[in-house]
């Protein structure tokens, strides 16, 4: 969690700054390949990518403490981040719903026109499905069904049933973010296509490679950089909630000792990414009914249709619901944990 808990986003610009700055931004969507690919980019001699998501821009995007107040990290800190890497040719915030809010497109453009962006996007029915899964084991959903829980976005839009301590209820509004039509045209829109790149979660599983190459290309730096392509178990569960609730939410004196003992806030993230990872497992997520399936495939396929004509790009896959689903996690690529933590 931020230290800084300023709900204000000055209007600020990187051109009069004199601090390094970010100038790259993943956007998401959430659970479509965002950590690999900001992975496999972090270990490019010439892109940083912040060590966590740090969701600056926004300022629609509405976070919480698990005690309910409201926070946003503060500029100062946010820059901070980026401080040590002014020699890189990009420096990189991955937020991944940054794709979802409606303002901060237009909130980067302000404040660094010249930016490029990432976006990666998944079969939504595949995305919130996932999506639901991270959001249990974050604990920010206690709805264990996806059924359910995709039933119940109405009441938890008028913040009926939300499970307390949740951080970030517009989370929880599983189709919304999901449909990607508005949010990619608005990138589009205020960036132009010369700077922006959607890729889909498809090639980067078929083509991990290949894809990172095309993002190389993108990016105008060294397209012979080859990483690591591991491939891992996407779908977690948390070994102790209890562990995992002490580590969303420290008592006041166990924080101020974690601030004595390791003083960098780099280095405490990092060990926050590494207690989480002791506190995980893989596990299967259950599967979705082909009932299901069919369902939410028909109603997002006009939102799939608008996708095609705006990336000019066959999304029949995304149109033709599976007949089955065995409910094997998805695989997909990512780096192992050790090689060059930004």
């Known amino acids: 969690m931020p230290d800084d808990h300023s709900t204000n986003l000055a209007p600020r610009r990187a051109q009069d700054e004199v601090r390094p700055s970010p100038n790259l931004f993943i956007v998401g969507a959430p659970k479509s390949g965002t950590t690999a690919l900001g992975s496999y980019l972090g270990a490019h001699p010439d892109v940083f990518v912040a060590g966590k998501e740090l969701s600056y821009f926004g300022s ?39 794709l979802y809010s409606s303002r901060a ?7 660094e026109p010249a930016s490029r962006v990432i976006a990666l996007l998944r ?3 595949d995305q919130m499905h996932s999506q639901h899964s ?20 109405d009441d938890r839009r008028r913040g009926v049933r939300v499970p307390p301590g949740c951080q970030k209820v517009f989370g929880l509004l599983y189709r919304d973010i999901a449909r990607y039509g508005d949010q990619v045209e608005r990138y589009l829109s205020v960036f132009g296509r010369d700077q922006v790149c959607v890729v889909l979660y498809d090639d980067l599983v078929a083509d991990a490679a290949a894809t990172y190459r095309r993002v ?19 779908n977690k569960v948390v070994r102790s909630p209890r562990v995992r609730d002490l580590l969303r939410q420290a008592p006041p004196g166990l924080r101020r000792l974690g601030r004595l003992a390791v003083p960098d806030e780099h280095a ?51 149109l033709t619901p599976k007949d089955t689903d065995t409910g094997k996690a998805q695989r997909h690529p990512r780096v192992g944990s050790d090689r060059r933590a930004r």
């Open 105 to 111: 497109a237009a909130e980067i453009h302000t404040y």
């Open 134 to 153: 991270e959001m249990l084991f974050q604990g920010d959903e206690d709805i264990a069904s996806f059924t359910e829980a995709i039933a119940a976005e």
């Open 216 to 234: 190389l290309d993108f990016l105008e730096v060294d397209p012979d950089h080859r990483p690591e392509f591991e491939v891992v178990n996407a």
């Open 123 to 125: 079969n939504p029915v």
């Open 60 to 98: 629609d995007l509405e976070f919480r403490t698990t005690k309910g107040g409201r926070w946003r990290i503060g500029y100062d800190t946010y820059l901070e981040w980026f401080s040590r890497h002014g020699e890189a040719r990009y420096r990189t915030d991955r937020s991944v719903f940054y």
């Open 268 to 318: 405490r993230a990092a060990l926050r990414r590494r207690l989480h990872g002791l506190n995980t497992r893989g596990k299967a997520r259950p599967p979705i009914s082909a009932e299901l399936r069919r369902q939410l495939t028909a109603e997002f396929a006009p939102d799939i249709r608008r996708l095609e004509t705006l990336l000019d790009r066959d999304l029949k896959s995304w």
